[in-house]
């Protein structure tokens, strides 16, 4: 299949994998939507992506705005989110409570507004690719709230297959990219990434342009749905 010509709707693609994604696809000359609740993140990311990508301003959490989106774009073959503020991770004992449901709202709730909205414009013959993580899998502790965020993902996944078929519905699960998700100092930062990759059979973490090219085999994959694909350098087998 061929991006040419095809509208492709980015939640979450002024930065990190979105924007990757936001550039592998319009580079295979699709029309890119990117989509971020912060006005400079947009003006930035249109700025530097190429011409064909325009963009607009949501809070994802606001599904009357979700849906007016949707109303105002039309008709589109293809919709990725990939919208994530920083991973929440925290032992239990010391878990906000408050912050998990924040969590949940936009790494769950606001995916589940997302796709109700924008299910009605899809083509016949368009996909929904979400992002999990391999935290869902492979919990560590401190990993309750994201572990389980990832879970529940992985799960609407293949129940939207199902539903919304002859739709496709497909899921990214990265493990650890390159990415502004991970907000420790950045020494911790440095250090995390360098531990990581000893540890995985790559020796390499994920760069963003890694990750994206499976948004893109998704989009244009005519026989996948249903379907979690993990990317971790092979960090399962270690």
């Not at 980015?10 to 936001?22: D, N, Q």
């Not at 496709?168 to 990265?174: E, G, S």
Request: aromatic fraction near 6%; charge should be negative.
């Amino acid at each position: 299949m061929s991006l040419d010509g095809q509208h492709v709707v980015i939640l979450g693609g002024t930065s990190g994998i979105g924007y990757a994604v936001a550039a592998a696809t319009a580079a295979q000359g699709a029309k890119v939507t990117v989509v971020s609740s912060r006005q400079e993140n947009v003006k930035r990311a249109v700025a530097e992506l190429p011409a064909s990508v325009t963009g607009l301003v949501a809070n994802l959490g606001d599904t009357n705005r979700l849906r007016a989106m949707f109303d105002e774009l039309g008709a589109l073959d293809h919709l990725v989110y990939t919208a994530g503020e920083p991973l929440l991770l925290s032992p239990l004992a010391e878990l906000d409570l408050d912050a998990a449901r924040k969590f949940f709202e936009l790494r769950y709730f606001s995916v589940l507004a997302a796709v109700q909205a924008a299910a009605p414009r899809l083509r016949a013959d368009g996909s929904i690719t979400l992002t999990s993580g391999t935290a869902g899998p492979r919990p560590v502790p401190g990993s309750t709230v994201t572990s389980s965020v990832c879970g529940a993902i992985e799960t609407l996944t293949r129940a939207l297959a199902v539903e919304l078929a002859p739709i496709r519905v497909n899921a990214v699960m990265p493990g650890v990219v390159r990415s502004p998700l991970w907000n420790f100092p950045e020494e911790l930062r440095e250090q995390f990434y360098a531990d990581t990759a000893a540890a995985t059979p790559l020796r390499r973490i994920a760069e963003v342009d890694d990750i994206a090219q499976a948004f893109v085999f998704f989009l244009t994959q005519p026989h996948a749905t249903g379907t979690v694909l993990p990317l971790d350098g092979g960090a399962v087998l270690a």
